[in-house]
């Protein structure tokens, strides 16, 4: 449901037909993979975004049954859906990221682990801006060149450091600004030494390096 002082309005409901989809319906629950994280967020204007699983219709089971969605009450779409092809290749999501933000535009920050031709345990993972009406932007991927380094990459946690991308239930503005940290690996990485970092921008903006271990 999505509270105002005017009244509860429901926004989706398990068992009813989920936007996108060839038949399917949303199950589960709304809120994160599991109940120990809360991926449901919801912006000044009203516009939601939310997470569910599905059942029926096209699904197939550990191929599409998860998904992405967004929008208002009347109104909600598909953000993203497992098994979609994100780049060329075809690079497909994987899966569900672990974080999603939402910011006043109705602007989605989210990470993606992504699969297919090309795609290693280097460069699996991923961030992305979705705006309405004009899709998602790939923002940073790891194994990318790591701005404000001589010769990194960004690093995946599978790989030893930090993680890739290090994004807080936090790292969104109301105003598009995000934020995330990283590990580092190559160029003028010392393990342990200089191999953390955080970055900063806008979106349609480069990234800085704010601050490096």
Same mark, same amino acid.
């Given at each position: 449901?999505?509270?105002?002082?005017?009244?509860?309005?429901?926004? #989706?409901?398990?068992?009813?037909?989920?936007?996108?989809?060839?038949?399917?319906?949303?199950?589960?629950?709304?809120?994160?993979?599991?109940?120990?994280?809360?991926?449901?967020?919801?912006?000044?204007? $009203?516009?939601? @975004?939310?997470?569910?699983?599905?059942?029926?219709?096209? @699904?197939?089971?550990? @191929?599409?049954?998860?998904?992405?969605?967004?929008?208002?009450?009347? #109104?909600?779409?598909?953000?993203?859906?497992?098994?979609?092809?994100?780049?060329?290749?075809?690079?497909? #999501? #994987?899966?569900?990221?672990?974080?999603?933000?939402?910011?006043?535009?109705?602007?989605?920050?989210?990470?993606?682990?992504?699969?297919?031709?090309?795609?290693?345990?280097?460069?699996?993972?991923?961030?992305?801006?979705?705006?309405?009406?004009?899709?998602?932007?790939?923002?940073?991927?790891?194994?990318?060149?790591?701005? $404000?380094?001589?010769?990194?990459?960004?690093?995946?946690?599978?790989?030893?450091?930090?993680?890739?991308?290090?994004?807080?239930?936090?790292?969104?503005?109301?105003?598009?600004?995000?934020?995330?940290?990283?590990?580092?690996?190559?160029?003028?990485?010392?393990?342990?030494?200089?191999?953390?970092?955080?970055?900063?921008?806008?979106? $349609?903006?480069?990234?800085?390096?704010?601050?490096?271990?």
């Amino acid at each position: 449901f999505e509270s105002t002082p005017g009244g509860h309005v429901l926004v #989706a409901r398990e068992g009813a037909p989920a936007p996108g989809t060839a038949g399917a319906v949303y199950v589960g629950n709304k809120t994160g993979h599991n109940v120990a994280y809360q991926l449901a967020k919801i912006n000044r204007n $009203g516009t939601v @975004v939310f997470y569910s699983q599905l059942a029926g219709g096209d @699904v197939i089971a550990g @191929v599409n049954d998860f998904a992405y969605f967004t929008g208002t009450p009347g #109104a909600v779409s598909m953000l993203l859906r497992q098994g979609d092809t994100v780049l060329p290749g075809p690079v497909k #999501a #994987a899966g569900l990221g672990a974080v999603i933000q939402l910011d006043n535009n109705g602007r989605v920050l989210y990470t993606l682990p992504l699969t297919g031709p090309g795609v290693t345990s280097s460069n699996d993972d991923s961030l992305w801006i979705y705006t309405p009406g004009s899709g998602s932007q790939l923002l940073a991927r790891e194994g990318d060149p790591a701005p $404000g380094t001589a010769g990194a990459a960004f690093l995946n946690s599978s790989v030893g450091g930090s993680g890739f991308p290090g994004v807080s239930p936090t790292s969104l503005t109301r105003s598009g600004r995000y934020e995330f940290t990283t590990g580092l690996t190559g160029g003028d990485v010392s393990p342990g030494i200089n191999d953390r970092a955080l970055y900063a921008a806008s979106v $349609g903006g480069g990234v800085t390096m704010i601050a490096r271990s």
